[in-house]
Structures are given as structure tokens and as C-alpha cells.
């Protein structure tokens, strides 16, 4: 969740590469625990990248228990049976290694890079955590203070730092994305130790992971050190629960008013939109990367520009695995009141849905997807990321190599048709985030 809007802003086109050229080749396969396994062979640089993705976010949580996919991304960083207490990080950075994970509403993503001949010590240590966590009450308080500290700093004491927090509780009635992966202080105070090993025992299973390893490394032996760490580890035995609600469709336009510790009016829009991966999903994320990316994009143009009207502004999807949303945002100039930013940034949509999309901006559209998906993938960490991400997702580790082609399907037509179809007033959360003047 961290830094997604103002990190969008600052993307910008570059010509465009020739993406189909590349071909990333992996191999993979199962092991008898249910554990699946990416490998990818690259020996350009002397370094490997090993990552665990376990499917597993804030949406698989009690709605009384809200933050423990977050919790645990911290708690298993505190060692295991075999690593002692705080060596688990630096373990790695002694070794010239970098180690870090993040949490989202649908997965929890370990990682790390090392030099390659300390490939075997890396999977050494993610089949630890894997098995013998250490889920105690000293790592319990420890971690406790550290999520509180987060959320303090992070949300509550950053500027607009609570915006994604007040868009998902109030877009979403009933799914569980109505709660961020943060999630909230109490409960994890409230929880006993019982409870944390529950939910490790439940989801932080081979049957429930994906480790997918790339980099300088030879293939076999890598399945030989995979099967000495990782196929001892027994298969969790218990019921793994994917949720199945579906947020009943929205009929008419939410507005809410949010006061918080900022300077400016933010003003945003949020609308439902269907999960990643079908086609109107493309459509939709073309039409957002149109209205916000790059100088000359439609938002930046004419509302920060030309009309001076915000500071910033800008439009984005996150991508989930169950049906999301597509959000655009402006912080308003000084001066500007909330109503004339809303008009501004919604004439936008407007000519998005009157007057349609030229060619011009469509071909702008794919150059920057073809840069994306070569910067993405000039990593080997990011090549990792990616094979986990299809195959948990999509359930096709190959669209690393093909998701490209469904982009540069789209045609303008899909396009507006997406657009018409669910970027409408009844679909939408009109979230006006307001200076306080009693927290300033």
C-alpha cells in the first residue's frame, strides 16, 4: 500500500521496446507437501532473488481480527527454533544480502537477494520460517509495539496517510476489502498467543506458498537444496478459507466527508470494477493510465495545469484478486474549494465518455505498458515477483511472457465500452478528504 499515489505520479513515457522479444524462461513443478516452485536461470549478475508469496492477505481475516496478515509479515522475522531471536535479518545483510516483505489484501510476499553462492542459506532460512517460527509471547509484545509504531507514523501522522483507510471502508459494505492490510491496533492486542499460531498453522503452509527462485543458480541443484529444506516440511492439514462474498452492486453515488491533519483538499473518486485479469480489467487500466500518466496525460494537463485547480492529480487501479477498484485523486490548489476540484476532475470523465479516446493516446498508452513490462522484468527480483504473482493469480506462470499480448488487444472500443459500463455516478465513491482545523 505504501507510497502508491505519489509514486504513480512521477512514472512518465519512454519510447517504446519491443517487449515481445523477451522471453523469460522458468521451470516449474510441485512438491509432494503441496509447496509450488518457480525456477529461473539467469547468470548475468552473480546474485539470486528468493521469494515465498503465501496466499494469504488481509481479505482471508477475521472481521474481529483485522491486521494479522500484516502482524505476521512482521512476527516471522523473529526467528525460528534454529535462528535466534533479532539474527533473522541480519543474517541475510551480514551475508551482502537485502531482505524485506510486504503485505496486500490477497497475499503475503517474502524476499530476498544474496550473493549466489549463499543461495542454500537463503532457502535455509525461508523453510525456517516456513516450520519453525518463533510464536511466542516476547515476539508477540515485541511486534506489537512495532505494528502500532507504523500505523502511527505511517497513517495516522502522514498526510493524507488514512486516504486509502477511508476509500475501502466506505467503497466496500460487505467484502473484506472494506478493511485495510494495516488493519486495527486492538485487535491485535486483543488476540492471544493461541489464536497467532491458529492462523500461522493455517496459512503458513507449503500448500498455501509459492517459492519462486531466480538468478545465478544452476536448476538442479537448487531442487536438491529445495528438497532437503523445504520437503520435510509436512502438508497444513487444516481447511484453508478463501472468502466468497461478493460486495452486492452499488445502485447509487456514496459521498463522504473525511477530516484530517492536512493542508489541502483532497477530493477522489472510486469506482467498482471488475477483478484483475478479465478484459475489461485492461480496458479500465488503460483508460486510468490515459487520465494520469505522464505530462500530457488528461489530469495532469488540464486539471494541475491549465485550470491550476490541484497541486496534484492522477488515477489508478490496484490490482485484487476479487473485484476492486479504480480510483482517480485530486489535492487541490490553495484557495480551490473541494465542489470546483470534484467538477473539474469529473468534466474529465465526462470527455472520457463523450468524446472517446484517439488513436494518438492509445498507442501513448501501450508504449508505456511495453517500458513497464521491460523494467519489471530487467530485475531478477522482479522477474521472482511476477512468476509467483501469475501463478497464484492466473494460475499460468507463462503470462510473464504473454500478459503483454492482452494489453496491445485492447482497442479503443473496449475501452469506452469499459468506461461506459463502470465509470458512472451510481458506481461511485465521492470521498472528499478535508483539512481539520481542530488537528492542526
Known sequence: MRKIIFSLLTLTAIQSVN????????????????LHVILHEDHTIPT?????????GSKNEDPTRTGFAHFFEHLLFEGSENIERGEYMKLIQNNGGVINANTTFDRTFYFETLPSNKLEQG??????????????????????????????QRYENTPYGRLLEQIFKNAYTKHPYQWTPIGEAQYIDQASLPEFMDFYKTFYVPNN????????????????????YFGGIPKGTKTIPRPNIVEPAQTEEKRVTFYDKVQLPAVVFAYHTPAQGTPEAYALEMVSKILSQGKSSRLQKQVVDVQQKAVAAGAFNLPSEDPGLAMMFGIGNMG??????????????EKILKDGISAEELQKCKNQLENEFISQNQRVLGIVENLANYHVYYGDANLINKELDRYMKVTTNDMMAAAKKYFTKSNRLVLYYLPDSRKN
Open 209 to 228: 506458498a509459492t517459492l519462486s527462485v531466480g538468478g545465478d543458480l544452476n536448476v538442479a541443484q537448487a531442487k536438491a537444496w529445495i528438497e532437503k
Open 19 to 34: 517487449a515481445q522479444s523477451v522471453n523469460i524462461k522458468f521451470t516449474e513443478y510441485d512438491l509432494p507437501n503441496g
Open 123 to 152: 532457502l535455509w532460512m525461508e523453510s525456517e520460517r516456513m516450520l519453525h517460527a518463533k510464536i511466542d509471547d516476547i515476539g508477540l509484545e515485541t511486534q506489537r509495539k512495532v505494528v502500532k509504531e507504523e500505523k502511527k
Open 336 to 349: 480551490v474549494t473541494p465542489e470546483d476540484l470534484e467538477k473539474s476532475m469529473n468534466d474529465e470523465v
Open 48 to 56: 539470486v532473488a528468493i521469494s515465498v508469496l503465501y496466499h494469504v
